[in-house]
Each structure stands twice: as structure tokens, then as C-alpha cells.
């Protein structure tokens, strides 16, 4: 088997959305080769679904959908997702890629392309969205554990990793990149679980006092992962 290429994504999660399944196919093969873990939709609500459940670092979207356009697909992100959007599109009108980029899109790569441009486009944009990580912060260290926003890890001060499950971590992922605000409730959900959630408050219970077991050196007296009445969470480190 050949070794990844030079700068290989070691294991970044790019949704692609296209209904051409020979593109699909072309891009699964030529990003996982590079190191990227694909998950693939041929639809935008499958696409929604995929993001919804799959956490995606950039997604790869084409505008011309069987159900959705492209510009609803993006405008559905945004309502919950901060996610980097390449528009990957046959449409050369200029009036479509301002469509596209004022609904939220991040980059606009016409079709046909080439492979090496569009990885050279999805490694700015997951750098971009690293870098935007608590204004630029990619390590938050506080007394008791480091988070490494990067690496998506945490390390107590003795040095021993902690192990969260995805929803662990999705949920101290965004808390910890607005330190020190107020993240609501709605907000939460709607990120980590997905569009269609925004009520079940008692899933935020249960994760955040799962998280305080694992972080906060006496969990029922919090001074990290601190609990706004009615309101939300916030990050204080």
C-alpha cells in the first residue's frame, strides 16, 4: 500500500456531497489516499443527517442536489454549524458563487478541478477553523487539565490522558472555544446533537455531570464546567 502524501489530514472528517457517484467514488479514494476519513452523502437532507450525526471537520458540497439547492444545504449548517463549507460546482455565474459564499460558505472550487488544488483549498480551511479556535487559543491549559482543541484531546496536570466519548467531547469542544461565556442550552444541542434537538435539556445533564465526574477535581462543586440556571453553560479556566 502506498504511504499517505506529504501532509497527509490524519484522520480530519470531510462530508462530501455529490449526486454523481462516480465523483463520490473518485473523492473517497483520493481523499482517504491523503490521510482524510470520508463520509458521503448523495442528497442534502442526507447531507444535514450526515453532519447532524457525523461531526465533520470541512464539508465538500456540490449545489446541484436532487432535493435541496446547495445554498439551502449551506443555510441549514449555519443554523447550528460553524463548519468549513467547500462549494465544489459545475456553476461558473457569478451571481451562483455569491449565493453560495453569502449564505455561509467558506470556498468555491468550479468543476472540473483538480485534486491538488482542492486538497491544498481543504487544508487552509481546516487550518482556518483551528486557528479561529478560542480566538486563536489551539491549547487551553487550567490548573487541574490541558485541552488541545487540535489534537482533540485532554491531558490531566499529572499527565495521564482522559478519555471522553464524542458527545463528551463535542460538548466541552464548544464550551471551551467561548471560555468564558454563556453558551445556551438550545445551542448545545442544536451543535452536538444536531439540528432537529433543542429541547432535550436532560441529555445536557447527564453529559455535563459525566464531564465534571472525569474533569472537576470535587465534581459537585464545579469550578470549570459551571451550570447557568435556566440558561446554558460556561467554560471558566
Known amino acids: 500500500m502506498n504511504a499517505p502524501a506529504r501532509g497527509a489530514a490524519n484522520g480530519v472528517r470531510v462530508l462530501v456531497v455529490d449526486d454523481d457517484p462516480q465523483i463520490l467514488r473518485a473523492l473517497r479514494i483520493n481523499l482517504t489516499a491523503h490521510g482524510y476519513t470520508v463520509l458521503a452523502a448523495a442528497d442534502g437532507s442526507a447531507a444535514l443527517r450526515a453532519a447532524a450525526d457525523g ?4 464539508v465538500v458540497l456540490d449545489l446541484g442536489l436532487p432535493d435541496l439547492d446547495g445554498t439551502e444545504v449551506v443555510e441549514g449548517l449555519r443554523g447550528w454549524s460553524t463548519v468549513p463549507v467547500i462549494v465544489l460546482s459545475a456553476r461558473t455565474d457569478s451571481a451562483d458563487k455569491v449565493r453560495a459564499l453569502d449564505a455561509g460558505a467558506d470556498d468555491y472550487v468550479t468543476k472540473p ?10 487544508r487552509a480551511a481546516v487550518r482556518r477553523a483551528a486557528v479561529s479556535a478560542v480566538d486563536g487559543e489551539a491549547v487551553v491549559a487550567t490548573a487541574d487539565f490541558t485541552v488541545d482543541l487540535a489534537a482533540k484531546t485532554v491531558v490531566r496536570a499529572d499527565g495521564a490522558e482522559v478519555h471522553l466519548t464524542p458527545t463528551e467531547w463535542g460538548i466541552l469542544e464548544l464550551l471551551v472555544r467561548h471560555r468564558g461565556k454563556l453558551v445556551e442550552q438550545k445551542r448545545l444541542l442544536r451543535e452536538v446533537w444536531g439540528p432537529q434537538y433543542g429541547t432535550e435539556t436532560h441529555y445536557l445533564r447527564v453529559y455535563l455531570a459525566q464531564l465534571r465526574r472525569k474533569l472537576e477535581p470535587v465534581p459537585s462543586r464545579p469550578k470549570y464546567l459551571i451550570t447557568e440556571a435556566g440558561m446554558g453553560y460556561r467554560f471558566d479556566g
Do not use: S
Open 55 to 58: 461531526h465533520p471537520d470541512v
Open 113 to 122: 478541478f483538480g485534486m491538488a488544488e482542492l486538497l491544498a483549498r481543504l
